[in-house]
């Protein structure tokens, strides 16, 4: 009986080793021989699967995807528990991990604005990750306090993770987690009630 082939387990070893090979020497410089090297395995092996460096990119983005999406599942709770900063903090770059992960959402975003077709996909990607964070917070905070609020999550970490990512020794990760804290928790805080005005008796 022949062997059967995990072709969705190669296509993610493969991505995970272009997450690694595009954190080392970027984009631009990468040689389909650094993905096979990354992971261990002959250079064949990776043109069996991809044609080309954004065939790999993709890949490797959709293996990121993956893992976010992976790690929104703690959020619910800690927002539970109520600490959803600290759950959102563990999308920091503060790991050589991260912050490849990170490098390659900016080589993405790079290619990206040229690309119609990748600029649609990298749009899709925010949806899924958008929407999975609403679902979320939709299971602990009401709408009239929901609204934009996973916008404004997104947005913040994507700004921390700029710099931190780019800047790595400027951004310690008590850095990243305290401006990602000043920016989130006024968003989490509880709301004063509001006293309503009392009738005048005549």
């Known amino acids: 009986m022949p062997k059967q082939v995990d072709h969705a387990g190669r296509i993610r070893t493969i991505a995970s080793a272009a997450i ?3 954190g080392e020497v970027g984009l631009d410089a990468l040689r389909l021989r650094d993905v096979a090297e990354a992971g261990a395995m002959t250079t064949g092996a990776v043109t069996h699967y991809f044609d080309g460096k954004d065939a790999v990119l993709e890949a490797a983005l959709a293996e990121v995807v993956r893992r976010i999406l992976e790690g929104q599942a703690a959020l619910d709770a800690e ?7 600290a759950a959102i903090a563990a999308f920091l770059p503060d790991t050589e991990e991260r912050r490849r992960d990170w490098k390659v959402w900016f080589a993405f975003w790079a290619r990206a604005a040229a690309d119609e ?3 649609a996909l990298h749009k899709s990607y925010y949806a899924d990750v958008i929407g999975r964070l609403d679902a979320t917070l939709a299971r602990h905070i009401p709408p009239r306090r929901r609204a934009g609020l996973a916008d404004a999550i997104v947005a913040a970490v994507d700004g921390v993770s700029i710099r931190a990512a780019l800047e790595p020794e400027d951004w310690p990760p008590e850095r990243q987690r305290r401006t990602l804290a000043l920016l989130l928790a006024p968003l989490f805080a509880p709301q004063p009630k509001t006293r309503r005005p009392m009738r005048k008796t005549r």
Not at 79 to 85: K, L
């Open 117 to 119: 077709r990748l600029r």
């Open 20 to 22: 690694q090979a595009i």
């Open 79 to 85: 927002v539970e528990r109520g600490d959803p900063v």
